[in-house]
């Protein structure tokens, strides 16, 4: 199957880049050499799996059934239903949307999300949202966004008719980052869940889950070099995208869902260089999914000069949370950087560490971003 062509950046400041990166350190050209992607890890062998609610998202539905179906097209990510400790959308997504919503930090009134895969992260802000009016939801391909939406609309089959009805007019288009939603009334609250690891350029985009560990040549992006020497760049592509596609409310926010193994300094950085005022506002920790394909690409970039990137047994990221929910452990982060410290593995010494048979994770920051004051 041939590549797919991503939109024209010269229209959209948008599309993706070449591997070649200012260093802003060395005043240097760092060439991101890309590392081969193993597909085995990223099909899922089953299509159609039940999800229990309570089980899964780890709270009680207040609007959503207690179960439903959730079913995959050869391209979406895969939920990771049998191991909730291993899935964005449980460990990132349900815990940021329930920090913004306890914490007051604004109605959310029309929520969009980027990089849905099945749709469980619309599914969440349905339920956790009670203002909610209107849902849109991006990913790379058409099928995968189809199969949201009909994940979106088996989830409320019970559901009371305003929720359905939210649900029925939800958009699912598929395109690069926010492309898909230009010309779309402001949202309230933008979520992005956007890969890290460069995929070679030549890999197939039309191969499996390939889209799930994907950058792309973002050469028009003019991504500050900090952002891509941690490997940042889709997360700032979104915030630029937000701001000059005017897709934000006055009083909107996005939510970015990384991966913790840099420092959160410079995500913060990011929210900044992008203009945006950045802040945590959940700290949580996930089992790595994808171990090789992700620890190893993280251990590839490292060895060319990226990071410092950062990973933790399992069992230290467990002990060291213990003591916290993901709301408070944001407003802790300090604390937490300092007990996790001496737990702290470098991407190579973590492969080698999974390879032997031990679990390993990586924290995971949701930062909220406001526009600066003055900004339009
Ligand atoms: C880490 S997965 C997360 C999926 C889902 N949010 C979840 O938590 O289960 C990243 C998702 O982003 C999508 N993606 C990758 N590059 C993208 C891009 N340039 N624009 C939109 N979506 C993209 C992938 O196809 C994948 O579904």
Same mark, same amino acid.
């Given at each position: 199957m041939a590549p797919i062509r991503l939109p024209s950046p010269i229209e959209d400041l948008s599309s993706v880049r070449s591997a070649e990166k200012l260093d802003s350190n060395k005043g240097d050209v760092v060439h991101k050499q890309k590392f081969d992607i193993k597909e085995s890890e990223l099909h899922a062998a089953k299509k159609s799996r039940n999800v229990n609610f309570e089980a899964f998202y780890g709270i009680e539905p207040t609007r959503i059934d207690r179960r439903f179906d959730v079913t995959l097209s050869d391209h979406?990510?895969?939920?990771?239903? @049998?191991?909730?400790?291993?899935?964005? +959308?449980v460990t990132a997504a349900t815990n940021a949307f329930r920090a913004f919503q306890n914490g007051e930090?604004?109605?959310?009134?029309?929520? !969009?999300?980027?990089?849905?895969?099945?749709?469980?992260?619309? &599914?969440?802000? #349905? *339920? &956790?949202?009670?203002?909610? @009016?209107?849902?849109a939801m991006t990913d790379l391909h058409d099928s995968v966004v189809a199969a949201a939406k009909a994940n979106v609309l088996a989830a409320t =089959?019970? !559901?009371?008719?305003?929720?359905? !009805?939210?649900?029925a007019s939800a958009i699912a288009r598929a395109g690069d980052v926010?492309?898909?939603?230009?010309?779309?009334?402001?949202?309230? $609250?933008?979520? =992005?869940?956007?890969?890290?690891?460069? #995929?070679?350029?030549?890999?197939?985009?039309?191969?499996?889950?390939?889209?799930?560990t994907y950058v792309g040549d973002r050469s028009q992006d003019k991504i500050p070099p900090f952002a891509s020497t941690a490997l940042l760049d889709l997360h700032y592509v979104a915030l630029w995208q937000a701001k000059t596609f005017g897709l934000l409310s006055?009083?909107?926010?996005?939510?970015?869902?990384?991966?913790?193994?840099?420092?959160?300094?410079?995500?913060?950085?990011?929210? *900044?260089?992008?203009?945006?005022?950045?802040?945590?506002?959940? $700290?949580?920790w996930k @089992?790595?999914? @994808?171990? =090789?394909?992700?620890?190893?690409?993280y251990a590839e970039f490292e060895k060319q000069g990226l990071g410092p990137f950062y990973?933790?047994?399992?069992?230290?990221? =467990?002990?060291?949370?213990?003591?916290?929910?993901?709301?408070?452990?944001a407003l802790c982060a300090q604390q937490i950087d300092i007990?996790?410290?001496?737990?702290?593995?470098?991407?190579?010494?973590?492969?080698?560490?999974?390879?032997?048979?031990?679990?390993?994770?990586?924290? +995971?920051v949701v930062m909220a971003s406001v526009l600066k004051t003055g900004q339009d």
């Amino acid at each position: 199957m041939a590549p797919i062509r991503l939109p024209s950046p010269i229209e959209d400041l948008s599309s993706v880049r070449s591997a070649e990166k200012l260093d802003s350190n060395k005043g240097d050209v760092v060439h991101k050499q890309k590392f081969d992607i193993k597909e085995s890890e990223l099909h899922a062998a089953k299509k159609s799996r039940n999800v229990n609610f309570e089980a899964f998202y780890g709270i009680e539905p207040t609007r959503i059934d207690r179960r439903f179906d959730v079913t995959l097209s050869d391209h979406s990510y895969l939920p990771k239903i @049998e191991n909730p400790r291993a899935d964005w +959308v449980v460990t990132a997504a349900t815990n940021a949307f329930r920090a913004f919503q306890n914490g007051e930090l604004g109605q959310v009134k029309r929520f !969009a999300t980027i990089g849905t895969g099945s749709g469980t992260d619309v &599914i969440a802000a #349905l *339920d &956790i949202f009670p203002a909610i @009016e209107a849902v849109a939801m991006t990913d790379l391909h058409d099928s995968v966004v189809a199969a949201a939406k009909a994940n979106v609309l088996a989830a409320t =089959e019970k !559901a009371d008719d305003e929720i359905r !009805a939210v649900a029925a007019s939800a958009i699912a288009r598929a395109g690069d980052v926010l492309v898909p939603l230009k010309g779309q009334e402001p949202f309230d $609250l933008i979520y =992005e869940n956007l890969p890290n690891i460069p #995929l070679p350029d030549t890999a197939d985009l039309g191969n499996g889950q390939a889209s799930s560990t994907y950058v792309g040549d973002r050469s028009q992006d003019k991504i500050p070099p900090f952002a891509s020497t941690a490997l940042l760049d889709l997360h700032y592509v979104a915030l630029w995208q937000a701001k000059t596609f005017g897709l934000l409310s006055p009083t909107g926010a996005v939510l970015s869902s990384m991966g913790g193994r840099v420092a959160t300094d410079a995500m913060l950085k990011l929210a *900044d260089a992008a203009g945006f005022v950045g802040r945590v506002i959940s $700290l949580s920790w996930k @089992e790595q999914s @994808e171990p =090789e394909n992700v620890i190893g690409g993280y251990a590839e970039f490292e060895k060319q000069g990226l990071g410092p990137f950062y990973f933790y047994p399992t069992a230290a990221l =467990e002990k060291v949370f213990a003591a916290y929910k993901p709301a408070s452990a944001a407003l802790c982060a300090q604390q937490i950087d300092i007990k996790l410290s001496r737990h702290r593995l470098d991407a190579t010494t973590a492969l080698q560490r999974y390879r032997q048979g031990e679990k390993i994770g990586h924290t +995971v920051v949701v930062m909220a971003s406001v526009l600066k004051t003055g900004q339009d």
